[in-house]
Structure formats: structure tokens, C-alpha cells
T-cell receptor, first 115, second 111 residues
Framework: DGGITQSPKYLFRKEGQNVTLSCEQN?????MYWYRQDPGQGLRLIYY???????QKGDIAEGYSVSREKKESFPLTVTSAQKNPTAFYLC??????????????FGDGTRLSIL | SQKIEQNSEALNIQEGKTATLTCNYT??????LQWYRQDPGRGPVFLLL?????KEKRKERLKVTFDTTLKQSLFHITASQPADSATYLC??????????FGGGTRLMVKP
């Protein structure tokens, strides 16, 4: 089945630890996005990538890092510099065209908590 | 920056009635506006996209309107069913051509 796979579903971070969230897609989409969702709030854009080996900061990039070495994969690292990492993290993709004039396809998220 | 307002209080309606959800935006005039459904613990699922030159868009029991003068979009579900219970997110594009998501409105349809 075509889709977006995020793993793990639940993740716990210790103080001072970096953790990496996985996002894999088999939709052959060029663009990929990472969002953060806090309870009762809208999704906020962390990073996005429109092509392999290129990515841009979103609205809340501080304390996060990404890489885009393969078209299918866009991992997000939550670094120890992110002081409030507890949230629901969502990965999305879009095909050819702009990020807002076509549907975004989402994975089922990773819930990150602090131990 | 762009601000999106959706009613944060849950909307409770009876099965069979029409649900109407509101999305208001400020500080920018979007060219596109999208609506998504999100179930607990899941990612959002795309429902409809409407362009600034379209007043109304329909898909089965769903209807979206886009009033660029009022800076408002309305999302309607006719003949609502308990299975329609979910959180609905509106997402206009911003000046950077990225989507800006509202906090969502939770809809509860009672049998």
C-alpha cells in the first residue's frame, strides 16, 4: 500500500539526549514536511524539504535538525537544545506542485514524551 | 503573522442534522484553503481544497464555502452520522505559500 510510515509510535527522551523520529514514504512525492502538534493547537511547521539534499527551516526549527539523503526518507532529530519536546510529531508529503495548492498526506505521528 | 481561529469548544449535534464549522483568518488573504479531518492519535486526512475564486465546493455530504471579504470559510456536513465525529482542521496558505493550520474544532454527533 502507498503511504507514509512514521516510527516509533511512542518515544521517550531522557534529559540531555537526542532522539530521532523516522518518516518513510513510498508515494514517490518530492516534498516532505515535519509538523509539531500540541494539545488544542494547530500544527506548526518545523522543517520542510522540496527536493533531495535540500531542506528549509519552518516556523519553529530551533532545537531540531533534519536530513534528506533519499527521496523516501526525511528523519527528524529532536536535540537536547529543544527544552519542551513533549508533543505529537507529524510527517507529511506533497507531490509535484506547491505545498498549499494540493493535499498534504500525513503519517500517523510519533508521540514524544520526556522521562 | 497569519492567525487562524476555529471554535475551540466542541460542537455537539444530533445524528441527521447539518454540522457547520467556522474558520476565520486574519492578516493575510490566502489563495487556497484546505480542510482536514483528524481522529484521536492519528494524522490528519485531507477532505477538500477550495481556491479564492471559488465560492463553494462540494464532495458527497461535505460542502465548503470561502468568503474572501469576510475572511471566513464554513465547512458543512449534511445528514451527519456518529462516524463523522472527529476534529476538523482548516488550513489556509500563508504569505510563504505554506499551510497554516487552525487548532481545530471537535465535532460530536450523537445517535
Amino acid at each position: 500500500d502507498g503511504g507514509i510510515t512514521q516510527s516509533p509510535k511512542y518515544l521517550f527522551r531522557k534529559e540531555g539526549q537526542n532522539v530521532t523520529l523516522s518518516c518513510e514514504q513510498n508515494l514517490n512525492h518530492d516534498a516532505m514536511y515535519w509538523y509539531r502538534q500540541d494539545p488544542g493547537q494547530g500544527l506548526r511547521l518545523i522543517y520542510y524539504s522540496q527536493i533531495v539534499n535540500d531542506f528549509q527551516k519552518g516556523d519553529i526549527a530551533e532545537g531540531y535538525s533534519v536530513s534528506r539523503e533519499k527521496k523516501e526518507s526525511f528523519p527528524l532529530t529532536v536535540t537536547s537544545a529543544q527544552k519542551n519536546p513533549t508533543a505529537f510529531y507529524l510527517c507529511a508529503t506533497t507531490g509535484t506542485g506547491g505545498p498549499s495548492n494540493q493535499p498534504q498526506h500525513f503519517g500517523d505521528g510519533t508521540r514524544l514524551s520526556i522521562l | 503573522s497569519q492567525k487562524i481561529e476555529q471554535n475551540s469548544e466542541a460542537l455537539n449535534i444530533q445524528e441527521g442534522k447539518t454540522a457547520t464549522l467556522t474558520c476565520n483568518y486574519t492578516n493575510y488573504s490566502p489563495a487556497y484553503l484546505q480542510w482536514y479531518r483528524q481522529d484521536p492519535g492519528r494524522g490528519p486526512v485531507f477532505l477538500l481544497l477550495i481556491r479564492e475564486n471559488e465560492k463553494e465546493k462540494r464532495k458527497e455530504r461535505l460542502k465548503v464555502t470561502f468568503d474572501t471579504t469576510l475572511k471566513q470559510s464554513l465547512f458543512h456536513i449534511t445528514a451527519s452520522q456518529p462516524a463523522d465525529s472527529a476534529t476538523y482542521l482548516c488550513a489556509p496558505n500563508n504569505a510563504g505559500n505554506m499551510l497554516t493550520f487552525g487548532g481545530g474544532t471537535r465535532l460530536m454527533v450523537k445517535p
